[in-house]
């Protein structure tokens, strides 16, 4: 049974810093692409950032140069480093293990992340 938990989420102020954590089991972690998406209140869920098994990264143009998401194949983790808040990061981030460079195959519960201005 796959199960990603993530933690970190909470509230912050406008420039601050917080670092969200999935722990992945269940899978391959090692070999598979892992992503953070999220979604605010009326919006639909939007890609923020995936790292491939290759540590290939991309980032949504909404967080490139703020964003940093890194993984640790030891500890079967993934990470989002998440500097200069802003009010629009605001939202509910998900972590998200691919299936192949196209589908979610599996996505964790989700934690909050509010950025007060």
């Known amino acids: 049974q796959v199960q990603l938990v993530e933690s970190g989420g909470g509230l912050v102020q406008t420039g601050g810093s917080l670092r969200l954590s999935c722990a992945a089991s269940g899978l391959t972690f090692s070999t598979t692409g892992m992503g953070w998406f999220r979604q605010a209140p009326g919006k639909e869920r939007e890609f923020v950032a995936r790292?491939?098994?290759?540590?290939?990264?991309v980032y949504s143009d909404s967080v490139k140069g703020r964003f940093i998401i890194s993984r640790d194949n030891a500890k079967n983790t993934v990470y989002l480093q998440m500097t200069s808040l802003r009010p629009e990061d605001t939202a509910v981030y998900y972590c998200a293990a691919y299936q192949n460079t196209l589908t979610i195959a599996y996505w964790g519960q989700g934690t909050q992340v509010t950025v007060s201005s």
């Open positions: 790292i491939w098994w290759n540590r290939v990264i």
